[in-house]
């Protein structure tokens, strides 16, 4: 039985020491991607790009929403007075500007979409390329996100992080100074 305990006590020093070095040899880094997107100056000219491109559609649209409104007051106002064909013909020119409305809407809608993936996949292709670069030259073990995005959900995966690992400061200032280079070297030209 004595035996048995000294070689059991054996085993758990060996497996505890190996649990050490292993740790040793561990480096983990968290980082938050949806800060790093928007602490990145590329991100932000890509985000106010697609602003005004929004706003640009919003305001186009305005001008055949003001002609929908108008024709509604004008037969409402006129649809005692008009007979039946003025009246349904009136409607049929409604329907078809909701239409018209309705299509322009969808058409901008998949226009700004397509706009936004090509304008943000790059940008995240390069956030990942630099975390993957960090992790390959610093030797991390693992780095992970902050949180987990599902559509319009960001589910929190770390609850807590120790400043010690969170890297998100250090990718968002090498991003933007990577970003910020080419336009100072062209202002010294």
């Given at each position: 039985?004595?035996?048995?305990?000294?070689?059991s006590?054996?085993?758990?020093?060996?497996?505890?020491?190996?649990?050490?070095?292993?740790?040793?040899?561990?480096?983990?880094?968290?980082?938050?991607?949806?800060?790093?997107?928007?602490?990145?100056?590329?991100?932000?000219?890509?985000?106010?790009?697609?602003?005004?491109?929004?706003?640009?559609?919003?305001?186009?649209?305005?001008?055949?929403?003001?002609?929908?409104?108008?024709?509604?007051?004008?037969?409402?106002?006129?649809?005692?007075?008009?007979?039946?064909?003025?009246?349904?013909?009136?409607?049929?020119?409604i329907?078809?500007?909701?239409?018209?409305?309705?299509?322009?809407?969808?058409?901008?809608?998949?226009?700004?979409?397509?706009?936004?993936?090509?304008?943000?996949?790059?940008?995240?292709?390069?956030?990942?390329?630099?975390?993957?670069?960090?992790?390959?030259?610093?030797?991390?073990?693992?780095?992970?996100?902050?949180?987990?995005?599902?559509?319009?959900?960001?589910?929190?995966?770390?609850?807590?992080?120790?400043?010690k690992?969170?890297?998100?400061?250090?990718?968002?200032?090498?991003?933007?100074?990577?970003?910020?280079?080419?336009?100072?070297?062209?202002?010294?030209?």
């Amino acid at each position: 039985m004595r035996k048995f305990l000294n070689g059991s006590w054996c085993l758990l020093v060996l497996v505890a020491a190996a649990s050490f070095a292993s740790a040793q040899e561990f480096r983990l880094g968290v980082i938050d991607t949806q800060r790093v997107i928007e602490g990145y100056e590329k991100a932000k000219e890509a985000d106010n790009e697609l602003k005004t491109l929004e706003e640009r559609l919003k305001n186009r649209l305005k001008g055949l929403e003001d002609e929908i409104v108008t024709l509604e007051e004008r037969l409402t106002k006129q649809e005692l007075f008009l007979d039946d064909d003025a009246v349904r013909s009136a409607r049929q020119d409604i329907r078809t500007k909701q239409e018209e409305y309705q299509q322009r809407l969808q058409n901008g809608q998949q226009a700004l979409i397509e706009k936004q993936k090509e304008l943000l996949e790059p940008i995240i292709e390069e956030v990942k390329t630099l975390i993957e670069e960090i992790g390959e030259s610093e030797n991390y073990s693992l780095i992970l996100d902050q949180r987990l995005t599902v559509g319009a959900y960001s589910i929190p995966v770390a609850l807590y992080v120790s400043s010690k690992y969170d890297l998100t400061d250090r990718i968002i200032k090498k991003l933007n100074d990577k970003y910020n280079k080419p336009a100072e070297e062209t202002e010294k030209q």
